[in-house]
């Protein structure tokens, strides 16, 4: 079983950056496919970035593209997304999970482990 908890949400202006964490317990994530997804009041939960295990490719949704950057510390077992240029539409509650196998992917379903989540407000 792998354990997640993110953080670093919180209220910021638009413009403004972020930075979440996720940290693992439990397993190592070093073998695990990465991910963050979003979800805003009324909506589907989205994916947002993902990052392979070894953390040689990443992939984007076009919405954050150029603007978000996700990335691991697998000495650390943590995952981060820094988030800059944030806009009033990034406001969701953010979610850090977790693929043991397979490749990566922008499924939801493709994901075993999921942290709590934690909120990010964006005021305009």
């Known amino acids: 079983q792998v354990q997640l908890v993110e953080s670093g949400g919180g209220l910021v202006q638009a413009g403004g950056s972020l930075r979440l964490s996720c940290a693992a317990s439990g397993r190592t994530l070093s073998n695990y496919n990465m991910a963050w997804f979003r979800q805003a009041p009324g909506k589907e939960r989205e994916f947002v970035t993902g990052?392979?295990?070894?953390?040689?490719?990443?992939y984007y949704a076009d919405s954050v593209k150029g603007r978000f950057t996700i990335s691991r510390d697998n000495a650390k077992n943590t995952v981060y997304l820094q988030m800059n240029s944030l806009k009033p539409e990034d406001t969701a509650v953010y979610y850090c999970a977790a693929r043991s196998i397979g490749a990566l992917s922008t499924a939801r379903g493709a994901y075993n482990y999921w942290g709590q989540g934690t909120q990010v407000t964006v005021s305009s």
């Open positions: 990052i392979s295990w070894r953390g040689g490719s990443t």
